[in-house]
Nanobody, 119 residues
């Protein structure tokens, strides 16, 4: 079993910054992809940033140049630095890891953390 623990959400004014963290624990053998998704009220969940191991990092067009995804492999952690935040960035942010847990490759999700950006 794998658990993902997120932290770092909150309320910030437009133009401000937040840093989200997600740390995985449990039966982790290989992490293939680490990423962040978000879901705003009344909207579908969307990809924010995705970082495959040994691959190319991708960002949603809406966050390019403002958000940066990074990882600490030793801690099984992924981070999302969010700068120049806008009200339209308001959403619940969830981390996602695609990993091998000793039996299967599968997706694991964090519990979600609320990010609210005021005008």
């Amino acid at each position: 079993q794998v658990q993902l623990l997120e932290s770092g959400g909150g309320l910030v004014q437009a133009g401000g910054s937040l840093r989200l963290s997600c740390t995985a624990s449990g039966s982790i053998f290989t992490i293939s992809v680490m990423g962040w998704y978000r879901q705003a009220p009344g909207k579908q969940r969307e990809l924010v940033a995705r970082m495959p191991s040994g691959g190319t990092t991708t960002y949603a067009d809406a966050v390019k140049g403002r958000f940066t995804i990074s990882r600490d492999s030793a801690k099984n952690a992924v981070y999302l630095q969010m700068n120049s935040l806008k009200p339209e960035d308001t959403a619940v942010y969830s981390c996602n890891l695609y990993l091998y847990d000793g039996r299967y490759y599968r997706d694991y999700w964090g519990q979600g953390t609320q990010v609210t950006v005021s005008p």
